[in-house]
């Protein structure tokens, strides 16, 4: 509409010969250059669906005759044969005429990896997750033989097409995604992770603020040119914007682009009847429909800050033509570009609340079906190259970070037989409660993407252990004092955010535990003490605590199932925190369980192919 619009604008006025028609003739071929591309980023868009679908249909007929074929015997049956050959050539020629013979080559090499995967369709058994330890170390585990075929599987998925449109945004495809090892890691391993707008500091960020700024500059040297077309570059700027977050096909696009039409905001500009109000109004509301509801005060405020500008000398500025803006003019202009700076950090906000919410909905869950066992193919693949095909020297090189672990549960006086799964638990605690940091030499290879994750579970474990520690030696200095002890878990919380801190130091430590006592004679000894590795009490509780975080870990509860029971009974923590003077960090020590009961149990479903080979002396 709007193409044909201004071609008419221009045939108007070149045939009244107009000193206008040069500009409209411009701005129909800008048009029509818009117009163009649209259309053909459209049809390259949709050949492209069209061809994945088709790829994804015949490597599913291809795996139906493979099952076909293989309950028959190897004989088949003439009539399914005919039928799914026919279709698959069909395909074939559809394809070849839409990709070309990139596109063929490209299907031909993944139905290779693909037919892989299910050379064997008939369903494998599933191992249990507890195995008795004890199987023989010469019984080869098993694993998909080649990553390609495993990535194949999952991107022949019919969900990964609507994974690779949120990925997309990103620049990612549901394949790279997948082969990104740590990028895929950290989305399952971390529900927390979330997009996040680009700090200042840093590179993105420095970049979205180059461009905002230059914007903007471009605006106010309008302004100082006098230019008329400032407000029309801002509307334009807006309805692009919007576009990144309202669905294509949806009503409120409609009528977004049908309100902030290019050509009819310029027509009503010229002739002063452009509502700047009623248009900012419209985005706002349009934000509001599609936004998660925590963006709703922000859009109230704006709206309320909208009411409160004056527009109204925006309404002359079509009639200046060479010459500066009236005072008026100029803080209206100066008003909407305020307003305008706040609406699009808001459009910003709403598109990132919409792709993280599309990362849980979308590619977290196809993540976790397809990962564990790409992850397997990775370390089969390694290990092959490693040990050249020796099981023995593949799983020690998996397992020998457990064997202390498998050790010491042998020599345990146990009427149960002990599992597989106990001692990987027990070794996962070890590492946690270890004294020194995990280094990268003595990294486990089954552990090298979870490092720091270890590492943070360690460092989090002595802050809470320390912290506790410290609210103990106060209640009790306050109690032999007769100094009252309010707020102790305040105090425990003050605490814990010391002692996480890189500059924190004891001085600053003892300032906290001296208004806590109300005792300072002792306490510039006390505290060291307290703290030391080797202190009884400190000791103890490390103890009490590891044998708390085993008795948990040891229940093998889904993550989710832990979290909710923990969440939902922190006075049951609490309680059993209370025998070890550790109630005051509960909540706390119940997120730490909960984060390591999902490293456990994702390694665990990763590795234990190779764990449940482990053998006890």
């Given at each position: 509409?709007?193409?044909?619009q201004t ?5 108007a006025?070149f045939t009244?010969?107009h000193t206008s028609?040069?500009q409209k003739?411009l701005?129909?071929?800008?048009s029509?250059?818009?117009f163009?591309s649209?259309?053909?980023s459209w049809k390259?868009s949709d050949a492209?669906k069209?061809?994945?679908a088709?790829?994804r249909h015949?490597?599913?007929l291809d795996q139906?005759?493979q099952?076909?074929q ?13 039928g799914?050959r026919?279709?698959?050539d069909?395909l074939?020629a559809?394809?070849?005429a839409?990709?070309?013979?990139d596109?063929i080559?490209?299907l031909?090499q993944?139905?290779?990896?693909l037919?892989?995967s299910?050379s064997d369709t ?5 191992s249990?997750?507890h ?12 694993v998909?033989?080649l990553p390609s ?5 999952a991107t022949?998925d019919p969900a990964?097409q609507?994974?690779?449109g ?9 394949s790279?995604a997948?082969q990104?090892a ?9 529900p927390?992770?979330?997009l996040e707008?680009?700090?200042s500091?840093t590179?993105a960020?420095a970049?979205q603020?180059?461009?905002a700024?230059a914007?903007?500059a471009?605006?106010k040297?309008?302004?100082a ?10 509307l ?5 914007d919007?576009h990144t ?13 049908r ?7 310029a ?21 509001r429909?599609v936004?998660?509801p925590?963006r ?6 704006l709206l ?7 527009f ?5 500025t079509h009639?200046?033509t060479?010459?500066?803006l009236?005072?008026a003019?100029k803080?209206?202009?100066g008003?909407?570009l305020?307003?305008?700076q706040?609406?699009?950090l ?9 792709l993280?919410h599309?990362?849980?909905a ?5 993540l976790?079906?397809h ?7 990775k ?5 092959e190259s490693q040990c050249?095909?020796?099981i023995?020297?593949?799983?020690a090189k998996t397992?020998?970070w457990?064997?202390?672990a498998a050790m010491?549960e ?7 037989p ?7 638990v ?5 590492m946690?409660?270890?004294p020194?940091a ?6 486990p290879?089954t552990?090298t993407?979870?490092?720091?994750r ?9 802050v809470l252990?320390?912290?506790s520690a ?6 009790a200095l306050a109690?032999k004092s007769?100094?009252?002890?309010d707020?102790l878990?305040q105090?425990a919380?003050?605490l814990v955010g010391?002692?996480r801190?890189d500059d924190?130091?004891m ?24 703290l030391a590795k ?14 708390f975080?085993?008795t ?6 889904e993550?989710?199932?832990l979290?909710?029971?923990l969440?939902s ?7 059993a925190l ?6 005051v960090?509960h909540?706390e020590?119940?997120d730490?369980?909960?984060r390591?009961?999902?490293l456990c149990s994702?390694?665990w479903q990763?590795?234990?192919p190779?764990y449940?080979k482990i053998?006890l002396?």
């Amino acid at each position: 509409m709007a193409m044909t619009q201004t071609y008419a604008q221009f045939a108007a006025a070149f045939t009244s010969r107009h000193t206008s028609w040069y500009q409209k003739q411009l701005a129909s071929v800008a048009s029509f250059k818009g117009f163009y591309s649209a259309l053909d980023s459209w049809k390259r868009s949709d050949a492209k669906k069209l061809l994945l679908a088709m790829e994804r249909h015949y490597l599913e007929l291809d795996q139906l005759w493979q099952s076909v074929q293989h309950r028959a015997l190897g004989e088949g049956d003439t009539a399914w044969q005919a039928g799914i050959r026919g279709q698959q050539d069909d395909l074939l020629a559809k394809i070849r005429a839409l990709g070309g013979d990139d596109a063929i080559e490209a299907l031909m090499q993944r139905r290779s990896e693909l037919q892989l995967s299910y050379s064997d369709t008939q369903p494998l058994p599933v191992s249990s997750l507890h195995p008795t330890i004890g199987g023989s170390a010469s019984e080869t585990p098993h694993v998909s033989p080649l990553p390609s075929a495993v990535l194949a599987k999952a991107t022949s998925d019919p969900a990964s097409q609507e994974v690779d449109g949120v990925l997309e945004n990103f620049g990612l495809t549901a394949s790279a995604a997948l082969q990104d090892a740590k990028l895929a890691h950290e989305l399952v391993l971390d529900p927390d992770l979330r997009l996040e707008p680009a700090a200042s500091n840093t590179l993105a960020g420095a970049v979205q603020q180059a461009v905002a700024k230059a914007f903007f500059a471009h605006i106010k040297q309008e302004i100082a040119q006098g230019n008329n077309d400032h407000v029309l570059g801002i509307l334009t700027q807006l309805r692009l914007d919007m576009h990144t977050i309202v669905p294509p096909s949806s009503h409120q696009r409609e009528t977004l682009d049908r309100e902030l039409d290019p050509e009819w905001i310029a027509t009503q500009f010229s002739n002063g009847a452009l509502d700047v109000h009623a248009k900012l109004r419209l985005i706002l509301l349009t934000a509001r429909s599609v936004c998660a509801p925590i963006r709703d005060g922000a859009i109230d405020s704006l709206l309320g800050q909208l009411a409160a500008v004056n527009f109204s000398a925006l309404a002359d500025t079509h009639k200046a033509t060479t010459g500066a803006l009236s005072d008026a003019a100029k803080s209206s202009v100066g008003e909407l570009l305020e307003i305008t700076q706040e609406i699009m950090l808001l459009i910003r906000n709403v598109r990132l609340d919409a792709l993280n919410h599309q990362l849980d909905a979308t590619v977290r869950p196809w993540l976790r079906i397809h990962i564990v066992e790409y992850e397997q193919t990775k370390m089969a693949q390694l290990l092959e190259s490693q040990c050249q095909g020796d099981i023995q020297l593949a799983v020690a090189k998996t397992t020998d970070w457990m064997r202390i672990a498998a050790m010491r549960e042998s020599s345990a006086p146990c009427s149960s037989p002990t599992t597989a799964k106990h001692v990987f638990v027990e070794a996962v605690l070890d590492m946690c409660f270890a004294p020194a940091a995990l280094s990268v030499e003595n990294t486990p290879v089954t552990w090298t993407l979870d490092r720091l994750r270890v590492q943070q579970l360690q460092n989090e474990l002595q802050v809470l252990l320390s912290a506790s520690a410290l609210c103990a030696l106060a209640k009790a200095l306050a109690q032999k004092s007769g100094t009252p002890v309010d707020e102790l878990r305040q105090n425990a919380l003050e605490l814990v955010g010391l002692l996480r801190k890189d500059d924190v130091t004891m001085d600053r430590i003892i300032d906290i535990v001296r208004r806590m006592a109300g005792n300072g004679e002792t306490l510039a000894w006390l505290v060291p003490k307290t703290l030391a590795k080797d202190d009884p009490v400190f000791r103890l509780m490390e103890q009490q605590l590891r044998r708390f975080m085993l008795t948990e870990l040891d229940k093998n509860e889904e993550p989710g199932l832990l979290a909710r029971r923990l969440e939902s009974n922190l006075q049951a923590t609490s309680a059993a925190l209370s025998s070890f003077s550790m109630a005051v960090v509960h909540k706390e020590v119940a997120d730490v369980l909960i984060r390591a009961s999902r490293l456990c149990s994702f390694n665990w479903q990763v590795y234990s192919p190779w764990y449940t080979k482990i053998q006890l002396a």
